[in-house]
Nanobody
Framework: QVQLVESGGGLVQPGGSLRLSCAAS????????MYWYRQAPGKQREWVAG???????DYADSVKGRFTISRDNAKNTVYLQMNSLKPGDTAVYSC???????????????WGQGTQVTVSS
């Protein structure tokens, strides 16, 4: 099995920064793309950022220029550096990884449990 565990969430003032981490573990042969999503109270989950295995990145317009996604392939970990945070960024942030497990040729999406980010003064 494959597990994803996020960390780094918390309470921050507007204009502040946080760095989220998401570590994948288990029977992993290869991880292709990795993503961050978020879900605010009463809203649908939205895609925030993605990064390919080769490091190509893409961002939602709402976070472009403020958030940076990166990954450490040796550690099977994806990061989200969030700067200039706004109250509207308050949400549960979850990571997703497209994983080929050992012993199979198929790729499945796995999700972490999420970490709360609250931006408030």
């Amino acid at each position: 099995q494959v597990q994803l565990v996020e960390s780094g969430g918390g309470l921050v003032q507007p204009g502040g920064s946080l760095r989220l981490s998401c570590a994948a573990s288990g029977s992993i042969f290869r991880i292709s793309a990795m993503y961050w999503y978020r879900q605010a109270p009463g809203k649908q989950r939205e895609w925030v950022a993605g990064i390919s295995s080769g490091g190509v990145t893409d961002y939602a317009d709402s976070v472009k220029g403020r958030f940076t996604i990166s990954r450490d392939n040796a550690k099977n970990t994806v990061y989200l550096q969030m700067n200039s945070l706004k109250p509207g960024d308050t949400a549960v942030y979850s990571c997703k990884a497209a994983v080929q497990a050992t012993g199979t040729s198929r790729v499945y999406d796995y999700w972490g449990q999420g970490t709360q980010v609250t931006v408030s003064s």
